[in-house]
């Protein structure tokens, strides 16, 4: 028996290809899909694409074959330089059309209290987020902030610190090819770095230098102090919150719980005017919109 399909209107699909954002999620109904779709008005499919490195292999793969392509993954342990360059060159299908949020994870930018009380579902004042915000922070911070310095340690060792062999002469035989691999001076030059990398001192300096830039120049987490509401594993701490300090009834008058909370905690925030969205938010939709007229006046 042949199943029968509506198949979709030839434009739907052109508009469909036309412009994506991959991001990450592993799913359809994950909360990064969800919410940036709503914040774009579904002007742009959003879709899911697995973890960072996926996005980033996916678009250092196709930015040449699929400039209508963008793909949008979360700061993590990428430094400011690397950041900002995205930002700066973002939407470019000659810079692999790859944002980097500013702020660790996508999530942390609904720890902003100014942004949360927007919300017409927060039960909490404003006063009340912000000593949340700050006790689920305080509980997590070292424990952050030393998976961030292995995460340092472990990117620096994964760069590409020796290149291929190009040239047949000199391995004419099992015994010169061994010999021209053990010869190589690279392999010392790495042994001395890792060594480097991983004595006492060093890994105490990355700790130190990472607590600076949480904390600032204060001595615990305070507002206003410090990066640690954007360095903050953001995902596990808005869960905390939503928990706290938001009540949310679906249509049929049950209490939302878990992440069908949190999604529509985002889904309520990204909807509200424009200028009430974070910086990032406004800057983003207006390269994706700039970006769509663009396309559309050229045809």
Known sequence: MVELRVRPHPGDIRQ?????????????????????????????????????????????ALFRHHPNYYFLIDRDHQDDETVERSWKNFPDAETKNLLIWRRRQFENYFLIPEYLEKSECVACSREDLERHILKFASERVFLDIANLVIIQIRERMKKNWIQLFENIRGFETREKALEALLNRKEFGSKKRDVSKSL???????????????????????????????????????????ADKCFRIKDNSGKWLQGDERILEVGKDLVRKDLLDQPADFQDLYRMIHARIQAKRSIR
């Open 16 to 60: 469909s290809a036309r412009h994506t954002l991959f991001v990450e999620s592993d799913t359809e109904s994950g909360f990064d899909v969800k919410v940036l779709d709503e914040l774009l008005e579904g002007r742009i499919d959003v879709k899911p694409l697995g973890p960072s490195f996926n996005i980033a292999a996916a678009a250092e």
């Open 199 to 241: 004595r006492e001192e060093a890994i105490e300096k990355s700790f130190e230098d990472t607590c600076h830039q949480f904390f600032g120049e204060a001595d615990e987490l305070q507002f206003g102090y410090g990066r640690w509401l954007e360095m903050i594993s953001g995902k596990d701490v808005l869960r905390q919150i």
